[in-house]
């Protein structure tokens, strides 16, 4: 077959029988979402009238039970998630998200999804069409009772609409300014009273018919902040913004000249050293404040007179958002992507932890439901699939890309950015050995299923291999795999731990004798019925497999799986296979996609270990747009070519995934 103009040669497997062009009956079910989204969101954190906490991560919402420490998840969205609203009902959820593109390049528009948090059915989109960029807040009315939305989106005006939330109809819109818009809210006593805050700014909107009309907040005396970040009305209907100076500004509104009315600041109060990030006015009318740099979470009476104060470990980072749980607990959303849940009397414990920049590395522990992540924050975590919990997490000296378990499941070997590779003690977490060869990136460690040989593959074109000994604490370099003329992505150990299958970033697929000196293994037709341990290869005829033809009649093709623009949660996903009972349940972890981490464009989709943007050799040319004539081909056990002309077009499936769009087909 061709991938991007490149011709690919597999063999059939001797006694394979006829090809099939059927897609494999097992779907994946998502189960459980590792993370948070609290870096770079605000007021993404509810508590609905059932008890579940609601967030979002990526392209989900997860509606989290915290007895039963069960999930459920809103899966609407086809990209990522950037604001929530929670109806006044607390049965009603309204989530906005960004533009992205879909799984065959086009573009996809932001859009609003109101939903019921109890059956997770859509009742009404909001907007299709009419954002640009994405949705950057949002807030239910209240005063009416939820009936209408308003909605400020991420374009260079920020346009501001009122939305009838039963219609999906715009009722007003207007250009709110240039600057950031952070945070918007119905006045709770007053549907036509709008207030939205940002960069150096407040404004006091007025909704009449299809008029918006607005009104600035004075400063007057005071010092302009350069965000104004939260607020909320207190128990009398005023106005109390928290601003990156660190202050509380209470506001009023008092008459002005020819009767006009104008808003400005009542009192400050200082609060925090560094930004104030969340406010929250509880049930018994008192104020609840969190802090960025001093990461502290502070109770204030109705007058603002400080009552409690309690300051969160440095490990989970500022506070990011406050809700108020039952009786006297708080749920604290942290920036280091961590939920927290607590008393200010007793402190707070991690309910949610998850990374705070991209996961590249993904290993599965080859005895117990456990699997091990590494990525951009430089953070490797051992997470507990059966608790759903952080087991522990140890800071990396560089960035980790690639990890694997030792067959014992005692050691874990570990590649960094800089070219470094670590192998690490599970249980105590101490540093057992470690090397580099050369100063490129590593792409994928690997040891064999005996455990005696590890395989790393690096940028610099190399597979390099090491003897194990001393259950896996001793290692000695064995030697070098040459033959690739472009970056290592995958590689496999066969059944019998002699032989390895790699892939490379220019589309290749090299066989090696690691037993008998590294050697290239020349003859590929001889590797057909090969044993193989794993199959985390992108290429190759034991994930070669056909998409269905499209419902149009036209020719089929093959499909590139989407990878979503921003950050995205690591997911353990169901595969539920074809038989009764929870017998047929199998917990697979997957590794998710963040910002950068598309498919390269130089050579094949990355599995765990993805490569960085613009990382490795510049892509290939791509081949011209008609190439409907060409045919894939893949060899029997004769030699014989089997041509795909007028059939669906094949395509290449890693863990049931179509991965890679082949327009050479």
Avoid at 262 to 289: K, N, P
Wanted: hydrophobic share 35%; net charge positive; proline share 5%.
């Amino acid at each position: 077959m061709f991938l991007r103009g490149r011709p690919i040669t597999m063999y059939v497997p001797s006694g394979l029988g006829p090809l099939r062009a059927e897609l494999p009956p097992e779907r994946l079910q998502l189960d459980w979402v590792y993370g948070y989204r609290g870096r770079d969101s605000r007021s993404n954190l509810h508590v609905l009238g059932s008890g579940e906490l609601v967030y979002f991560i990526a392209c989900v919402v997860v509606l989290l039970q915290l007895p039963a420490r069960r999930q459920r998840h809103y899966l609407r969205h086809s990209d990522c998630v950037r604001c929530l609203a929670v109806h006044p009902d607390r049965l009603r959820v309204a989530t906005g998200q960004a533009a992205g593109v879909d799984k065959d390049g086009k573009p996809l528009q932001p859009i609003v999804y109101i939903w019921d948090s109890a059956t997770l059915q859509t009742l009404q989109q909001i907007g299709l069409g009419s954002f640009e960029r994405g949705v950057g807040s949002l807030a239910f009315s209240t005063a009416d009772q939820g009936a209408f939305l308003c909605v400020v989106d991420d374009s260079n005006e920020h346009m501001m609409s009122v939305w009838d939330c039963a219609r999906g109809t715009k009722q007003a819109e207007v250009k709110s300014t240039n600057e950031s818009v952070l945070t918007v809210e119905f006045n709770p006593r007053d549907s036509s009273s709008i207030v939205s805050s940002g960069k150096s700014h407040v404004f006091f909107w007025s909704w009449s018919g299809g008029a918006l009309t607005k009104k600035h907040g004075i400063f007057g005396k005071y010092k302009k902040p350069k965000f104004i970040q939260c607020f909320i009305f207190d128990a009398a209907g005023a106005l109390l913004t928290g601003d990156s100076e660190g202050n509380i500004l209470t506001w009023t509104r008092t008459p002005g000249k020819g009767g006009k009315e104008m808003y400005q600041i009542g009192q400050q109060t200082r609060a925090h050293e560094g930004s104030v990030f969340a406010l929250c006015r509880r049930r018994d009318g008192t104020v609840l404040s969190g802090g960025g740099k001093d990461r502290r979470v502070l109770s204030w009476s109705p007058t603002l007179e400080l009552l409690h104060e309690v300051e969160l470990p440095e490990s989970f980072g500022a506070v990011r958002t406050i809700a108020e749980g039952p009786g006297e607990e708080l749920l604290v959303g942290t920036t280091r992507n961590a939920l927290l849940r607590g008393t200010l009397g007793s402190g707070f414990t991690p309910i949610v932890q998850g990374h705070t920049d991209e996961v590249w590395g993904l290993a599965t522990h080859p005895n117990c439901c456990r699997f091990l992540t590494c990525g951009h924050d430089r953070q490797l975590c051992l997470w507990d699939g059966r608790e759903h919990a952080l087991a522990w997490s140890l800071a990396l000296e560089d960035t980790g890309l690639c990890a694997d378990f030792h067959p014992g499941g005692h050691v874990v070997a570990v590649g960094l950015l800089s070219g470094r590779w670590l192998v690490l003690d599970t249980g105590t977490r101490q540093l057992l050995a470690g090397g580099s060869d050369g100063n490129e990136q590593l792409s994928v460690v690997r040891f064999s299923p005996d455990g005696t040989f590890l395989a790393i593959g690096s940028h610099d074109n190399f597979i390099y291999i090491y003897s194990v000994a001393e259950g896996g604490r001793k290692f000695s370099r064995f030697g070098r795999c040459t033959g690739h003329s472009s970056f290592i992505t995958h590689l496999d150990w066969s059944k019998d731990g002699r032989f390895i299958m790699s892939n490379s970033g220019d589309y290749e697929i090299l066989y090696w004798d690691v037993a008998g000196g590294c050697k290239l293994l020349r003859n590929r037709f001889e590797s057909r019925d090969r044993e193989w341990a794993s199959y985390t290869c992108v290429l190759g005829f034991h994930v070669f497999v056909t998409c269905r033809p499209s419902l149009t009649g036209s020719q089929s093709r093959v499909r590139r799986a989407r990878q979503p623009r921003d950050q995205r949660a690591l997911h353990a996903r169901r595969w539920t296979l074809g038989v009764a009972g929870r017998e047929g349940h199998q917990r697979l972890p997957v590794a998710g996609a963040a910002r950068g981490q598309r498919l390269s464009p130089g050579g094949p989709p990355l599995g765990p270990q993805i490569l960085r943007r613009g990382g490795g050799r510049p892509p290939l040319p791509r081949p011209k747009k008609n190439l409907q004539e060409k045919r894939g081909v893949v060899f029997d056990e004769r030699g014989t070519p089997n041509f795909f002309g007028g059939c669906p077009a094949p395509s290449f499936v890693r863990e049931g995934l179509c991965q890679e769009e082949t327009p050479g087909l």
